[in-house]
């Protein structure tokens, strides 16, 4: 009965935050200063030389109509919410109509999924690696060392950081492409190392500049930890090291860890707008990008959604699994 | 035990090392494994010199690299040219794909026939009826006959379809169009149109007009279709594309001469041509250092500098100072709103033209490589020739309302006096040569005349702050683009910098492109750093024409020309002149005398102050490939992103690397 209630009320909290943040979504584009159709004409007559008032016009009712901006704003937002929660259509981009939003996320989903997902993984498990042995032998020169290089390379901007790599190993040395083509004619074996092949400078970088964040709150937490009363205790029992570490100090500190990295799973889904960039990954980050740039409506709406979906899911998700990781949290 | 634990971490970190090794190195490209996508890279290719093979696959001895302008294309399937998100023209398309009816030589200032063997002729007897024959043995990529059909079609589709954006243009000029036989294409518009060609052709970039094959498009519904495999008018089809939309690889035609360029010009040089995206600057000057790019496409004259020290077989322009083409057909100012009481004042905008440093501003913004323009027509070497430098004996005599003569024909020499002091070499050493790089003069830098007039107009200066007539603080907003058009981004900078060292307050206010074209278009500015003088053509009155005042809308509303609301008496006269012109064929005697007159009306209002031609360092690198036109092998302008592209690949060999 407990569970059902704790249930229901998450849920309740869950719907509530993914409507009102698609609510946000949609009004907020339409406050900014830039019209997708006015931006478009703009861009059209800046390059041919005029065109008549008449036939502004005619185009502006035409793109209106096209993109499905008619109507009053109300109609407008009650069309969308309708559309995407009955159907989870967004409707065509404006930029690249009539392509549907769905369809661009579909595209992008995956490899910033991959990307972002593996990468994330792999720096919080080396991170906390690292930061657990930096906390507890806080004495040993390797941990001091360890945790100097997690404090260096952690305030390096990660523009910075990602162009040196591109420097090092693509200019430089040139062991991986300066410009990253990613084959996706087909699932070979082929095209899978040709993936990450070209995959491997940017998850580089987001593994070493996302690895530093970790050790240092690790080393903290797990320093703090291992010096707690019960941990004393538990080394006065004459339990051996392994065990204080496995079962005292290690549960105590990863929670915080693991709730980080849920929110770190669910803001993946709003790509890594630099790294797509730089890298020139496919991802969902420059899809927000230039949606926001073009003020394409549907695309902001499209993308910020899906990722307030995913932020919330995954909120969610570290809510109800919460008590079975610490058994001091309960239902309640 | 301690050190066992130990062990076991370093050796999982070291594993992680070796598997990002590994793969690495297990992945170096060979010419047969090169990371390579779609067929192109299945298929035997003729083996080059050295062996090497582009990433998608193709010998790169006979692949001509060139960057993307637009970056990663969202959508690589849709080549629809009729719909919004299309494949962008610039990404090789309208360079290589398209052919148009009608072409610009840049040179000349001229236009040819492209697709079209002729240009319109009006039909003696009918009214506002002209005809224009079409080239023999024209082929589509898929050996279908391309027509005077595929022109009627395409034009009868673009007037039915009223979700075609471009279809609202074609019908307010076109009344009907038919194909009288296999070659003739007739036009009948609403109204005389003696610039059909320039309408519907090319003059700047490209156009909006696009021939389709009618064999492919009659059953389909143009709103919707996607044209993923489009055919080809042009020298190239395409061969393979990115499916992420970074790189699109064409390849040339085995029936070229069944092409426009074919037939007048010859064999396109390149076997393959790669369009494709390197991302940011740096990495494309890292690509241009190692040769793994030939075209470049717009970068700074900073990054110039290291590409040109770095990478020897680099070549902008000019050989030396000032290496960037000047000839771009649009030239770089300040405007203003002048429907606001204080900038629609003539004087308060001459008074900023004398508060301007010009030649400060030129170092500031591209280190003096720019070509200043008095005149309302961008200072390139044709109009330079047809206008400017004309019009230096009425410019000096030009005089204010009080006498003063406010121009200054010393810039160029003063500044060349400048660079030589900053110890730039290979400077023109010719008073011609000097005019010819940097421009015919501007106006005087001259502060004290500006606070005459300013004080004239009621503004007083206090402390060295101007105040308004109405005795506020005179601030006031230059609108900027934000990371794109550099240029124009860096010259708001610099002005802002002379005008606020003359006591205004300005500031410089940023926007992205959506933004920014939006304000302008709605007037929500004081000023902006614009470029709305822009002309190719000796008759450039179909450029001007968007200052005719039948455009003036009120301020919030979407201007469709005019966007600085200039009105008023002078206005009158430019449009009465406007009117006039737009009647005249272009090589008419009476075209350049009333754009001359035009220009002089500009020059006492000043509701745009130009300042600079577009300086362009679009440079090329010739490890592959040779006979890229410079400004010591002229037949074109370096214009990789204009539809023109075409025509120079005949002149295009390899060098044998």
Redesign the interface.
């Known amino acids: 009965m407990k569970f059902l209630k704790f249930l229901s009320s998450r849920l309740l909290t869950y719907i509530f935050v993914i409507l009102l943040g698609m609510t946000i979504v949609f009004f907020v584009p339409r406050f ?5 159709v ?19 016009e ?3 009712k ?2 209106n ?2 993109f499905g901006l008619e109507g009053t704003l109300g109609e407008q937002y009650f069309g969308y919410m309708k559309r995407v929660i009955f159907t989870q259509d967004f409707g065509p ?7 549907p939003v769905k369809e ?1 996320i579909a595209d992008s989903l995956p490899w910033t999924v991959c990307l972002l997902g593996i990468s994330t993984v ?1 720096s919080w498990l ?1 991170g906390n ?1 690292i930061g657990l ?1 930096a906390g507890i032998r806080k004495d040993k020169a ?1 941990s001091k060392i360890l945790e100097g290089i997690a404090i260096c390379i952690y305030p390096i901007p990660y523009y910075i950081f990602a ?1 040196t790599l ?2 090092l ?3 430089i040395f ?12 087909g699932f070979t074996w082929e095209n899978l ?2 993936v ?3 995959s ?1 400078l940017p998850a ?1 970088s987001l593994i070493l500049t996302g690895t530093g964040w970790w050790v240092i709150s690790m080393t903290t937490l797990s320093r703090n930890t291992n010096e707690e009363d019960f941990v004393a205790f538990a080394r006065m029992k004459g339990l051996n ?2 065990k204080v570490i496995s079962r005292y100090v290690l549960p105590n500190t990863i929670l915080p860890q693991i709730t980080m990295l849920a929110l770190q799973m669910g803001t993946i889904f709003n790509g890594s707008l630099i790294t797509e ?4 990954y ?1 991802g969902l980050g ?2 927000i990008y ?1 949606g ?4 394409d409506y549907n695309l902001i709406m499209g993308t910020i959604t899906t990722s307030i979906f995913a932020v919330a899911t995954a909120t969610l998700v570290i809510d109800l699994l919460y008590p079975f990781i610490d058994p001091r949290v309960r239902y309640n | 035990m301690k050190k066992s634990r130990l062990k076991k971490v370093m050796s999982v970190l070291f594993i992680l090392c070796m598997v990002f090794s590994l793969v690495a190195c297990g992945s170096e490209k060979t010419p047969s494994d090169s990371g390579k996508s779609g067929e192109t890279s299945k298929e035997s290719k003729p083996a080059s010199t050295d062996g090497k093979m582009t990433d998608v696959g193709t010998p790169r001895s006979e692949t001509l690299i060139v960057d993307i302008l637009s970056g990663r294309i969202a959508n690589p399937d849709l080549f629809n040219p009729y719909v919004p998100g299309s494949v962008p023209m610039d990404a090789g398309v309208h360079q290589l794909l398209h052919g148009k009816l009608w072409e610009i030589d840049t040179v000349k200032g001229e236009q040819y026939p492209d697709l079209a063997a002729t240009m319109p002729e009006l039909v003696e007897g009918k009214e506002n009826t002209y005809t224009f024959k079409m080239k023999e043995n024209l082929k589509w990529s898929d050996g279908e006959v391309l027509d005077a059909h595929d022109v009627a079609f395409t034009f009868n589709m673009l007037m039915d379809s009223q979700e075609l954006a471009f279809g609202a243009v074609v019908r307010e000029t076109v009344k009907s169009c038919q194909a009288l036989d296999d070659l003739t294409v007739e036009i009948v518009t609403h109204k005389p149109e003696p610039k059909l060609s320039q309408k519907f052709g090319v003059t700047i970039f490209g156009n909006g007009l696009t021939v389709v094959p009618e064999h492919v498009w009659k059953d389909e519904n143009p709103a919707t279709f996607t044209y993923s495999d489009p055919l080809s008018s042009g020298p190239y089809t395409i061969k393979d594309r990115d499916k992420q939309g970074y790189w699109f690889l064409y390849e040339k035609r085995e029936d070229w001469k069944n092409t426009a360029v074919g037939q007048t010009v010859g064999e396109p040089g390149p076997q393959y041509v790669l369009f494709k995206s390197f991302g940011t600057e740096e990495k494309r000057i890292m690509a241009a250092i190692s040769n793994e790019i030939d075209i470049l496409q717009d970068i700074t004259p900073e990054s110039w500098e290291i590409l040109r020290k770095k990478n020897p077989e680099s070549m902008a322009w000019y050989a030396g100072f000032p290496y960037a083409d000047m000839n771009d057909p649009c030239e770089r100012g300040i405007a203003f709103n002048c429907a606001d009481p204080i900038y629609g004042n003539a004087n308060v905008r001459w008074a900023l033209a004398l508060a301007t440093d010009i030649k400060n501003v030129s170092l500031a913004t591209f280190d003096g490589m720019l070509r200043v323009s008095p005149l309302q027509l961008p200072p390139t070497d044709v109009l330079m020739d047809n206008y400017h430098k004309p019009m230096v004996d009425w410019l000096k005599e030009f005089e204010l309302e009080d006498g003063y003569k406010p121009f200054d024909d010393s810039y160029a020499t003063e500044i060349v006096k400048i660079l030589k002091e900053k110890g730039v070499e290979g400077l023109p050493e010719t008073e011609q040569d000097i005019i010819d790089v940097f421009g015919v003069g501007w106006w005087k830098y001259d502060v004290d005349q500006a606070t005459k007039i300013l004080n004239k107009e009621g503004f007083t200066k206090k402390d060295g702050t101007w105040y308004k007539p109405d005795g506020s603080v005179w601030e006031m907003s230059i609108l900027a683009p934000a990371d794109f058009e550099i240029q124009s981004m860096r010259l708001a900078f610099a002005v802002a910098d002379s005008w606020n060292k003359f006591g205004v307050k300005v500031t410089v206010v940023q926007q992205d492109a959506a933004t920014y074209w939006n304000n302008e278009a709605t007037a929500n500015f004081e000023a902006g750093s614009f470029w709305p003088a822009c002309g190719i053509m000796p008759d450039s009155s179909i450029n001007m024409e968007h200052w005719n005042s039948k455009y003036i809308v009120p301020v919030g509303e979407q201007a469709p020309g005019n966007r600085c609301r200039w009105g008023g008496e002078a206005n009158e006269k430019v449009t009465e002149l406007l009117n006039e012109l737009m009647q005249l064929p272009s090589d008419d005697p009476r075209v350049i005398d009333g754009i001359t007159e035009i220009c002089k009306l500009f020059v006492e209002e000043q509701p745009f102050i130009p300042m600079f031609g577009t300086s362009k360092f679009v440079p090329v690198t010739t490890h592959y490939w040779t006979g890229f036109q410079t400004a010591e092998n002229d037949f074109e302008g370096p214009w990789w992103w204009w539809s023109q592209f075409k025509y120079y690949t005949p002149h295009l060999k390899p060098t044998g690397n």
């Open positions: 900014m200063p830039s019209d997708p006015e931006s478009m004409l703009g861009q059209m007559m800046s390059k041919s030389s005029t065109m008549d008032a008449a036939a502004i005619a185009m502006r035409t793109l109509e096209n981009s404006l930029t690249m109509y009539p392509v661009l792999i080396i690696g042995l390797y162009l591109i420097m190993f693509a200019y040139p062991v991986f492409p300066l410009s990253a083509n990613f084959d996706v004619s190392k040709t990450i092949w070209n491997v580089l090291e392994r960039i730089l890298f020139n496919p420059s899809l230039r926001i740039l073009q003020a």
